[in-house]
């Protein structure tokens, strides 16, 4: 019999079953909420773990009935199927909460437990009967916690300690192993390896999320979301999962379980795979910590003179503990090398930029040829030699080396051997202990150990003394070597490239450069032509610095005027691209519009030509008797007359210091003009 509300409405009713199996009737009134929860504010109160306080919610719009999930935590569903959208419900339909069954009638005797009605006549065809499911595999144990976590004394009782001292030494070798392993596949290898068999089991599966899931720490939804990583059959059997009620159990409970009698109870959907497999008996063990569940380890037993007892129901729970803080491990040793490939590749961004920004600029024949030789040298790792003077840009072409070679991936460390005196020398390239020497406050390591695995310039590298020249050819002959103050050898894999400006031929004639190390650095030699062989990659230079130094402070890049481009072409440049570089950002710096014009080109005077103050006088001209020092007076006198008293302006014209200047005024007495 249907009942009526009294607008006209069916009365429709949720029918609640605990995992007790204790039920509750519930009418729904159309122009209420039913909101549903485990908090006591909801009309309709479970008392249901899985259940969030305020879960999900059934109310009627125009259309009819409707579900709606309310972000709960563990979720809804309706026939088994997630709700995660408004869902219509119609009658006879079952709502899933945990372990709780809710069915939505309009039948007001329905029951989700009772059979067949036993009413007669046309009012037992009005009645809605719901058909009992097929009974589950019977569950004989269910347990949370290993005892093997606590203490074996406390837990095992007499006569126990032989038996619970050998599982925790299986227990401990198999964490070893664990300790080593690299994925989740060679995890789960080896718990299956340390339980099939073991346990009394024949047949093993470990179910784990999906990598994506554990890397990114989500959790699956469904059982049919975990991925089978690893397999064990001792006869042979093809897998089948188990149906996912009995599996949903235990990821919503977190218990493990035994179950037995699989045969005579296994629900439809799993009987013929468990059939076909011959399964007696059954452990499920959960893999989870305190934060996160991670799979599922299933055990079967088809001896039905061995089942799977509790005591291997307690060594699986133990192993699952084992497993998941291994994967917890995994999952941190993942996020480390994520991290550490993100940092790589922002190192290798920022190497990449750095190559671009010492790019060597040209477009003249020397420069395509010296681009070739880099081309040829950087692949082959063995020492090269930079030669060229000062500021062609040797270190550049270092740079390009490395960035070139199969240790760019690598540190590249930058040494001026001319900068430093011998004992300094020696510390800075091989490091020095704590005490080596007065100073010497901590250990340091040398350049040779901070470049390990990448390379190492050495400018000025003839500038060297003939004790630090004998211990560098060791090193780079493959010999150890010891920090100063130092007596354990050091190997280190690097790549030399050395620089230098000077005649090391004639350094070797006169007995101040090594010729073994001289034959030794000359391997791959690369010559660097300067700046005045070149004249015509001037334009390209100086407009790239000009570029450059606007981009780094902030300003409109300024354009040379013809006459100031004429001036630069026109030069010899004997400071070669370090003197064009200074010049041009100078000419930037004093610009105050967007052109750069003659004025504003200083030019040092160290190309050879007299200054145009300094001619020698005609031969009409009357020769006058001066001393070196009354010239240079005279001279310094005009330069400051013809800058109105600018000192700075006239020292940048005389090509010194602004300090020298001062100097030179005070001894002329020429301070106070």
């Known amino acids: 019999m249907v009942a009526r509300s009294s607008d006209n409405h069916e009365t429709v009713y949720l029918v609640v079953s605990d995992p007790s199996g204790a039920e509750e009737r519930h ?14 504010t909801n009309r309709i109160v479970l008392r249901d773990e899985i259940c969030s306080r305020n879960h999900c919610e059934v109310f009627r719009i125009s259309t009819g009935w409707m579900l709606r999930d309310r972000s709960s935590r563990n979720g809804t ?26 069915l939505f009638t309009d039948d007001e005797t329905a029951s989700l437990k009772r059979g067949p009605s036993h009413l007669d006549g046309d009012t037992a065809t009005d009645i809605r009967v719901i058909d009992e499911p097929a009974p589950l595999p019977e569950i004989i144990h269910r347990q949370k916690r290993s005892t093997l976590r606590d203490s074996p004394d406390d837990t095992l009782g007499p006569n126990g300690d032989q038996r619970a001292g050998a599982k925790l030494s299986r227990l401990y070798q198999m964490a070893l192993k664990m300790g080593e392993a690299t994925s989740s596949q060679d995890l789960a290898d080896i718990v299956l390896d340390g339980l099939v068999g073991v346990t009394g089991a024949d047949i093993g599966a470990v179910l784990l999320q999906p990598a994506s899931s554990l890397r990114r720490r989500k959790r699956v939804a469904s059982p049919n979301d975990l991925v089978v990583t690893s397999y064990r059959s001792l006869g042979g059997h093809t897998y089948h999962k188990l149906s996912s009620s009995l599996t949903r159990q235990v990821m919503e409970s977190e218990e493990a379980i035994l179950a037995r009698d699989i045969n005579t109870r296994a629900d439809l959907s799993s009987r013929d795979s468990l059939d076909e497999m011959q399964v007696q008996s059954l452990v499920i063990a959960p893999i989870h910590d305190e934060q996160e569940f991670f799979g599922l380890i299933h055990l079967y037993s088809t001896n039905v003179d061995n089942p799977l007892d509790a005591d291997g129901l307690d060594y699986t729970l133990a192993v699952a503990d084992q497993l998941a803080v291994a994967i917890r491990n995994l999952q941190k040793q993942l996020e480390l090398q994520d991290g550490l490939q993100k940092a790589t590749n922002e190192n290798r961004q920022l190497r990449e930029q750095l190559a671009i920004e010492s790019e060597l600029v040209g477009d003249s024949e020397a ?113 150890a070597f010891e920090r100063v103050g130092g007596a354990v050898p050091i190997k280190v894999d690097v790549r030399l490239v050395a620089a230098t400006n000077r005649d090391l ?5 006169e007995q101040q450069f090594r010729k073994d190390l001289y034959f030794r650095l000359q391997v791959l030699e690369i010559s660097v032509p300067p700046l005045r062989k070149r004249m015509g990659d001037v334009p390209l230079l100086a407009n790239f610095f000009a570029q450059r130094f606007a981009n780094k402070s902030g300003r409109p890049a300024s354009e040379f005027s013809p006459q100031a481009m004429t001036k630069l072409t026109e030069y010899d440049w004997p400071g070669n691209v370090r003197e064009l570089q200074n010049t041009v950002e100078r000419a930037v710096v004093l610009c105050n519009g967007e052109t750069v014009t003659p004025d504003l080109i200083m030019l040092s005077r160290l190309d050879g030509h007299p200054s145009p103050d ?54 002329y007495g020429l301070k106070n003009r």
């Open 367 to 479: 420069m395509h040829q010296l681009r070739e030789t880099i081309g040829l040298v950087a692949p082959i790792d063995t020492v090269a030699l930079i030669r060229g003077e000062s500021g062609v840009g040797k270190e550049l072409v270092a740079r390009a080396i490395h960035f070139n070679s199969k240790r760019r991936d690598g540190p590249f460390v930058c040494m001026n051997c001319a900068a430093l005196s011998e004992s300094l020398l020696e510390s800075e390239l091989f490091g020095h202990e704590r005490g080596a020497f007065t100073g010497a406050t901590g250990l340091k390591h040398g350049k040779f150990e901070q470049a390990h695995k990448g390379t190492l310039f050495l400018d000025e590298v003839g500038e060297m003394s003939p004790a630090i020249q004998a211990k560098f050819l060791r090193v780079l002959e493959g010999h």
């Open 505 to 509: 031929e004639q350094a070797v004639r």
């Open 27 to 40: 009418s729904l009134h159309p122009d209420q909420v039913t909101d549903i929860g485990r908090a006591s």
């Open 614 to 667: 300094l001619e020698p006088a005609s031969e009409d001209a009357e020769y006058v008797e001066l001393s070196i020092e009354e010239l240079e007076r005279k001279h310094i006198l005009r330069t400051l007359e013809s800058t109105q008293g600018n000192k700075s302006r006239a020292a940048q014209i005389l090509g010194i210091e602004r300090s020298t200047l001062d100097r030179k005024l005070k001894k």
């Open 77 to 102: 569903f309706l026939n088994e199927t997630p709700v995660e959208q408004d869902r219509p419900l119609v009658d006879g339909d079952i709502i899933r909460i945990g372990s709780t069954m809710i």
